[in-house]
């Protein structure tokens, strides 16, 4: 180990402490949702809004998260996404209705917009070049590790204790890196200040938010059908005054000029509508093994550890797989195969075997994070030094805008579904399953586009999740 590697490592620390409670929150949520529901005296198949109220915060924020960290520093910037966080997650534990904690995840969203992408970027530009690689393969470990806990965490907090304690566990993470970074997080400002695009980011965050309430809208939580029709248009119609915006501007928040590269402008695309169905599943797999199957919060925490390891695992093969049989040919069957186990989930009952169960979550664990890196690394891998990082940021946006739609999909369909209850507590959520299973298959039309090609990459990116 270099001195100047052991010299930044507390920074690395204190990064992977704010990824790992980031990263665990988007998952430990997902398990306590029937007890939120049932505490707040709501339907536990009408809980999307909790899931999709943070993804959508974050999607939002994190197109100005770089610029303000360029702006004010990443010491204060890093510090306030921490409070924000701790004190939404406070706020989360303390509400008494649905809107309180929807406000409050909003609130929780905005700081973890910052913590991510501002935390990484004081990595980069603290670590020797020598040792970038090694660093940022270090602070992707609790992406990981997240992703493996939280279900189970979450489940055991709900028995032991309550749903509250979901939250409540972010407050003394927080404190402790706030604490921290207060003695080791660098300030780092921009070698040269650029003009934040407010026009830009303004179309742009408008048109997100209200395309995702609009889609939520149609769940059928008392939003009449005409007001989510004006939003579907005044989003559609934001989106293209965007787009219309960064063809003429010198200096857009996210440069045209991306989407001229092909394998970008696919990857990008297929991302967005391949994670519309993958995002919807964290939240219809608890409630399938809670309210349809009867398990307990905690077994059914216990049941996503396969998911999370088979995905661990799946992730070392992408790059055999690639070398082998080329970007598109990969991406085409898995596309394929993550529908199929997405739909295949409508065969789970109660009487099923517990052995059938964990090998079907394990199957879609592995082919879901193959999925993941496989797109990831072709969205990425063509772009230069001067798109990197928009690039990368617009990745990220998108991410956490398709988990947004995926979770209001979700409650969606769900509420179109209800009806099926008659037939079994499990009937509207196995409609629900086989629909977004359907809705990822539409992205292998996307994917259909990419070159046929075999390269031989001397390796496969892996973005976090």
Known sequence: MTSRYASIRPLLWLVSLAIFMQMLDSTIVNTALPAMARSLGESPLQMQSVVFSYALAVATFIPASGWIADRFGTRRVFLLAIILFTLGSLACALAQTLHQLVAA???????????LPVGRLAVMRSVPRDDFLRAMSFIAIPALIGPLVGPTLGGWLVEVASWHWVFLINLPIGVIGYVVALKIMPDHYAAHRSRFDLRGYAMLAFGMVVLSLALDGISGMG???ALVMLMTVAGLAALVGYWLHAANSTAPLFSLALFRVPSYRIGILGNLFSRIGSSAMPLLIPLLLQVGMGMSPMN?????IPVAA???VSKKMSVKLVERFGYRRVLMTNTVLVGLTMASFALMTPGQHMGW????LALFGAVNSLQFTVMNTVTLRDLDREFASPGNSLLSMVMMLAAGFGAAAAGSLLAAFAPLESHGATAALHATFVCVGAITLTSTLIFLQLPDTRPEPKQV???AE
């Not at 169960?357 to 079907?360: K, T």
């Open 223 to 225: 939003t009449p059908h």
């Open 357 to 360: 169960r964990l090998l079907q």
């Open 300 to 304: 059914a925490g216990l049941m996503m």
């Open 105 to 115: 995840r909003v609130l929780q969203g905005i700081g973890g917009a910052m913590l």
């Open 461 to 463: 990116e892996e973005v």
């Open 310 to 312: 088979a995905g661990m």
